[in-house]
């Protein structure tokens, strides 16, 4: 290989073949680099825009940033279908063979531990949303509302029912949500919420109340998802996303990991 090497993910030996012609960061081939009893996924990237300079400039560059995050995470999802990949953060990036060697040596434990932790499990991430419709209804922007109060005391009073409409629809929406968390995590491993994602940055319609990744056996998922579908018309008003299964991102306690699932919520948001 010439250039730079990219890696995508640390993983153990596995004998099914990745897809054919899979390509990632730059078009570029994933290959796989052995070292010990582990596994480094890399490819060979350009120095023009991958060497220390050039690609701090790029990282400001939405359009080659996403461009990046989309190749990349065509490798972590190939990785996913046949393996359990221990995903690092986006352009990780090393002079050659030997960098990669250096940094699996030195992490060598570390990786067998998380593998270890995270082997035969998949991401789910479930999403809750109240509705842009009974956000409007709850906030006085219902037809309704056009009409001009008679007086200063109907103005306060309509005011103060729709505080009230509000609060009462955000109680019922953080106790739907909660049911649901508590629910979802009896039937996963580990479970982590994030928070509430901005609906200016996500482009998803209505306002997040739960953002939440679970760590579920491959072999539980099917339950899982079937629990998720029956819970999607309970609460009126609320509406819940199933995305997954994804590598798990949410359960790899590594550097940057954040920069690495915004990525992946951007991708989500604009699938």
Known sequence: MTGLRYVYAVCRPFGAPLQAQLTGVAGAPAK????????????????????????RSHLEDLDWLS?????????????????TPLPLRLATVFRDDSGVRVMMEEREDDFR???????????????VYVEPQTEAATSGAGPEASAKPASGRDYLLRRRMQARAHDDTWQRA?????????????????ARLHAPQNPALSRASGQNVLNAAYLVPRAGSEEFVEIVDHTKDQEPGMRVELTGPWAA??????????????????QEAGS
């Open 174 to 190: 953080e106790r739907f949500a909660g049911r649901l968390h508590s629910l979802l995590s009896e039937h996963a491993d580990a």
């Open 113 to 127: 531990h998380t593998l270890d932790r995270l082997q035969g499990r998949v991401e789910w991430g479930v999403k």
């Open 67 to 83: 461009a990046t995050a989309r190749g990349h995470q065509q490798v972590i999802d190939a990785l996913t279908a046949v393996t």
């Open 249 to 266: 991102y949410s359960f790899v306690d590594m550097e940057a990991q954040e920069l690495q699932e915004s990525e992946r919520d951007s």
């Open 32 to 55: 796989l680099l052995h070292h010990h009893d582990l596994v480094a996924v890399v490819s060979d990237v350009p120095v023009k825009d991958f060497a220390e300079e050039p690609l």
